[in-house]
């Protein structure tokens, strides 16, 4: 149920869109640096997924009252007993946390991180099985610094 999204909102770039695995990848790194647990981390992770494929808007946009005000409210919120609204609330400390909307970002995630791919709705990589080195993802020739 979050089809009534306010048309105030602005889209996602397409230097934004291409990036969401690396942003997710760089606040689930804070969040756990902060001391989230990883089952915590991982939820919100995987909820804020929902929102970004949902709506498609910049970060900025991810941070405002309005948008803020429109996922408490949300019926699908409610239902969840407010965790999309707490991931966005976790968005929104890390944002402030970190001074910018902007890249470059933390880290860097890789095909294998499905846990940081907004396409990929599934559970993080079985630690278990060996990763194989991989390009990063989207943004070619992203070096962390």
């Not at 230097?15 to 919100?44: P, V």
């Not at 060996?130 to 990063?136: M, N, R, S, W």
Request: aromatic share 10%.
């Amino acid at each position: 149920d979050f089809d009534a999204l306010p048309l105030s909102l602005e889209k996602a770039s397409k230097e934004e869109t291409k990036a969401l695995a690396h942003i997710l990848k760089s606040f689930y790194t804070w969040m756990l640096q902060e001391g989230q647990t990883q089952k915590s981390a991982d939820r919100y992770v995987k909820k804020l997924k929902v929102l970004l494929r949902e709506h498609g808007l910049s970060m900025k946009a991810y941070t405002t009252r309005e948008y803020t005000a429109f996922v408490r409210r949300c019926k699908e919120n409610l239902k969840h007993n407010g965790i999309y609204g707490a991931a966005v609330r976790q968005l929104q400390m890390w944002f402030e946390a970190r001074g910018s909307f902007e890249g470059p970002w933390e880290e860097t995630a890789v095909s294998s991180d499905t846990l940081f791919d907004v396409q990929h709705s599934g559970s993080r990589h079985n630690p278990d099985t060996p990763l194989e080195p991989e390009k990063p993802m989207g943004l070619a020739g992203n070096t962390r610094t």
